[in-house]
Nanobody, 119 residues
Framework: QVHLEESGGGLVQAGGSLELSCTAS????????MGWFRQAPGLERELVAQ???????NYADSVKGRFTISRDNAKNTVYLRMNSLSPEDTAKYFC?????????????WGQGTQVTVSS
């Protein structure tokens, strides 16, 4: 059984910072790409950032230069450091990971953590 546990969301003023973290747990995990998506009310879920086990990153244009994704492979944990937050960043943020357990690789989602940026 694979579980993604997120933490770090909350309420912050515009210009402020938050850091999200997400840890994958389970037996004999082979964690591949990890990332963060977000979904604001009435909008589709969108990619925020992704990171491979080797550390290669990919960011949405809207967050480049403000957000930094990183991971600790030994802890199966991914982080998202968010700086210079604006109200447009308000959304529910979801951890996502491609994980191999035994044969095959599956995609997993966390339950989401709310980030609210006040103006």
């Amino acid at each position: 059984q694979v579980h993604l546990e997120e933490s770090g969301g909350g309420l912050v003023q515009a210009g402020g910072s938050l850091e999200l973290s997400c840890t994958a747990s389970g037996s004999r995990l082979n964690v591949n790409s990890m990332g963060w998506f977000r979904q604001a009310p009435g909008l589709e879920r969108e990619l925020v950032a992704q990171v491979t086990p080797a550390g290669t990153t990919n960011y949405a244009d809207s967050v480049k230069g403000r957000f930094t994704i990183s991971r600790d492979n030994a802890k199966n944990t991914v982080y998202l450091r968010m700086n210079s937050l604006s109200p447009e960043d308000t959304a529910k943020y979801f951890c996502n990971a491609w994980i191999g357990v035994g044969v095959g690789v599956r995609n997993y989602w966390g339950q989401g953590t709310q980030v609210t940026v006040s103006s």
